[in-house]
């Protein structure tokens, strides 16, 4: 079965979800969507720890467990899925790469919510935490790419230009038509990598 990789860019409350693979060392996209990581799509469930920093502390720990429960399952949802969708196209989807902010730890909730920089921070690790552990849980390999070193990494890796990857990443998205965003581009720039850095 051909191997394929899917890539994530993750937003508050939503990711970018774009599966490619490999054809004699050429990317080809197999499916794109947006993946809600929260049920009900508003600021509150959004955006978590803005939620948290307005309540009591251990209401607040409360709040950002049950979200961050309710995000893995839906990430886990919706990845069952796309490895189900790419298996009826003979893939098998056993890689994932998975775009980050910093990459910075952070504290623990108490310190998070003392900073508004690192509830900002948090906002968006929260989501990356429930798309990590879905690939853990559906058996895909994931790995984690500093988004400024996104662009930098595939001119290296595919010994290209960065114009010239530019425009391919533009061309990967003709078949789907509009919207085919810096979203779904650098979603399958990281697919594409961690698949050509397998081969």
């Excluded at 009826?88 to 508004?116: C, D, F, T």
């Excluded at 509009?178 to 397998?198: G, R, S």
Aim: proline share 3%; net charge positive; glycine share 8%.
């Amino acid at each position: 079965m051909k191997q394929a990789a899917v890539g994530f860019r993750v937003h508050s409350g939503w990711s970018a979800l774009v599966t490619v693979f490999l054809e004699n060392d050429v990317p080809r996209v197999v499916s794109r969507e947006r993946v809600h990581l929260v049920e009900t799509f508003i600021y509150k469930f959004r955006q978590p720890y803005h939620t948290a920093e307005r309540m009591p502390l251990e209401k607040a720990r409360a709040f950002v467990e049950e979200s961050l429960a309710e995000a893995k399952r839906l990430a886990g949802s919706a990845l069952r899925s796309t490895q189900k969708e790419v298996g009826k196209q003979g893939y098998e989807l056993a890689r994932g790469a998975l775009l980050l902010a910093s990459g910075k730890a952070l504290p623990g909730l108490e310190g998070i919510l003392l900073s508004h920089a690192l509830i900002h921070t948090a906002d968006g690790e929260h989501f990356r935490e429930a798309l990590r552990h879905s690939c853990t849980d559906c058996g895909v390999e994931i790995t984690c790419i500093r988004e400024r070193e996104l662009l930098d990494r595939g001119v290296k890796t595919l010994r290209t230009k960065r114009d010239r990857l530019l425009r391919r990443l533009t061309e990967l998205g003709t078949g789907f038509g509009a919207p085919w965003t810096q979203d779904e581009k650098y979603a399958a720039l990281a697919a594409w990598l961690v698949l050509a850095e397998a081969a």
